[in-house]
């Protein structure tokens, strides 16, 4: 874990996000633990700090076409790749060391995110010219943060330190780790619940933190609280079931009409999404949109074209008949043309190209792909959808059988997607068909294993039914173990902290 920054910081939000009036604030400073708190423009930028890290979800990382939402899609058995240096073959074969590419990355860079809450936590309450409200505001939207951080931590590696003070020595650096229960019960749950209480507002188009965007968090936390490991009681279902419904009666978020809008950039932090990354271009541009194109095809303007995450075959082909999702240039695509810049005027590939596979269009900004070369679609963390069907589950667990706005949840993404109504209310259908619909229209943005791990279930995309995750055996004949439950620390981390264990079968 990497504090230094804590002893002499740089608050510096330019490029955080796009197009709106507090990405652009200007530097304040150097700030030390030290400083005195004067400025309102530095109490903003402070709280600011807390977003800084936010893209460790898809963060590019070391090594050629690779990013940090890589590690959590190849563990699916949904996903493969046509980019050797994003290491495909470690997870296919269930081979993933403490030397594996990306973990360092989620390690490094959420502890950072959390010593950057725990800074600004420390020092934001000494801003005395500030109104009471005003700061209770900020501690809302950094607690939400370092939230979201550790829901990352302890779901990737299991039990970590727990962190919550500055830490300005190195003689504090080497913590042990901490249960995971420990870690919801004592920082998760606790800041999400005062975050909630903080009066933020409901929506955001700015990019900031919003009270839709706690509850959407702490909807899914108490989802997995009551889940695998922590099996936390049911009664948490019922916890996640009123935080989703709440976003749901707010009537502020709605489904997009059209998938198409999903990859607009003209609509990021609007309607169905619900807390996103910011992305701008010219400050930070989104690397996912080149990473899923067909490798080297020299369809886009991008430098080059990754085929890092690529969907299997099986998954695309397990979508019912007639799902909108399913269709050429919706979630996913085969087809396209040659980009002018790559190609001889009068090739046939300027017209038209097949690639003989599929490939994710969820992430296709077309303007990026045929004229910038560069990405302001923000990634998205919840959108309304996702809410809809955690609200969906949570409420037929914690009631035994699907209420009315539990149906109509479900089916408002069955009605998008262009299928019949779902009407068995009972609890085993309506689970199953809630899990169904959660990996035809979330995957591939980080939610598919991390529902794996806590139902211990995954679909065969064969036969459509769920079987345990221990002793399946995947598409590339390897079988799933209770190691890989866990993902491995960090090499370079077990060697700076001897206090750190390693996940057992690493």
Not at 261 to 288: C, G
Request: hydrophobic share 35%; proline share 4%.
């Amino acid at each position: 874990m990497k504090y230094k920054a804590l002893l002499s910081y740089l608050l510096i939000c330019t490029g955080f996000i796009s197009c709106n009036d507090f990405l652009d604030i200007k530097p304040t400073g150097t700030m030390t633990t030290d400083s005195e708190l004067k400025s309102n423009e530095s109490a903003l930028a402070l709280t600011n700090s807390a977003y800084r890290n936010s893209h460790v979800t898809n963060r590019m990382a070391s090594g050629w076409g690779t990013g940090t939402m890589l590690l959590l899609e190849y563990m699916t058995d949904k996903a493969t790749s046509e980019n050797s240096q994003s290491n495909i073959k470690d997870f296919q074969d269930l081979t993933i060391s403490s030397r594996t590419t990306y973990l360092e990355d989620w390690w490094k860079y959420c502890f950072e995110g959390i010593a950057d809450c725990n800074l600004a936590l420390a020092k934001i309450k000494e801003f005395n010219s500030l109104g009471e409200d005003v700061i209770t505001q900020y501690v809302g939207e950094i607690k939400f943060m370092r939230a979201y951080y550790y829901f990352y931590l302890v779901r990737i590696f299991g039990d970590v330190p727990k962190i919550t003070t500055v830490q300005s020595e190195l003689s504090e650096l080497e913590v042990n780790r901490s249960p995971v229960k420990e870690i919801y019960d004592e920082i998760i749950i606790p800041d999400l619940l005062e975050a909630e209480k903080a009066g933020l507002p409901f929506k955001e188009e700015t990019g900031r933190v919003s009270t839709g965007a706690v509850k959407s968090l702490l909807a899914d936390v108490y989802l997995t609280y009551t889940g695998y490991p922590v099996q936390g009681g049911s009664q948490y279902y019922a916890e996640s079931a009123k935080r989703s419904l709440d976003v749901i009666n707010s009537n502020q978020y709605a489904l997009f009409d059209t998938y198409e809008e999903l990859w607009s950039p003209e609509n990021n932090n609007k309607k169905e999404f619900i807390f996103q990354v910011q992305y701008s271009l010219n400050k930070r541009s989104n690397e996912v949109v080149c990473l899923v194109l067909p490798t080297r095809s020299g369809m886009s303007a991008f430098n080059l074209e990754f085929g890092s995450l690529i969907p299997t075959a099986e998954f695309v082909e397990s979508y019912a008949e007639g799902d909108k999702r399913k269709e050429e240039k919706q979630f996913f695509f085969t087809t396209y043309k040659g980009h002018p810049n790559k190609f001889s005027p009068g090739a046939p590939e300027l017209e038209f190209m097949d690639f003989k596979g599929y490939y994710i269009h969820k992430f296709f900004d077309k303007n990026a792909i045929d004229v910038m070369g560069q990405s302001d679609l923000n990634w998205t963390i919840y959108r309304y959808a996702d809410v809809l069907l955690m609200y969906a589950e949570a409420q037929v667990n914690a009631d035994g059988s699907a209420n009315q706005t539990a149906i109509n949840a479900v089916n408002q993404i069955r009605a998008r997607a262009g299928l019949i109504p779902f009407t068995d209310t009972g609890k085993d259908k309506f689970v199953k068909e809630v899990w169904d619909q959660r990996y035809f229209e979330l995957c591939y943005e980080n939610k598919m294993w991390f529902d794996i791990l806590r139902t211990r279930v995954i679909r065969n995309d064969k036969t459509g039914n769920y079987l345990p995750f221990v002793g399946y055996k995947t598409r590339w004949g390897k079988t799933y173990t209770e190691t890989q439950l866990l993902f491995p620390l960090p090499l370079r981390e077990m060697q700076t902290n001897p206090n750190l264990e390693q996940n057992p079968g690493y």
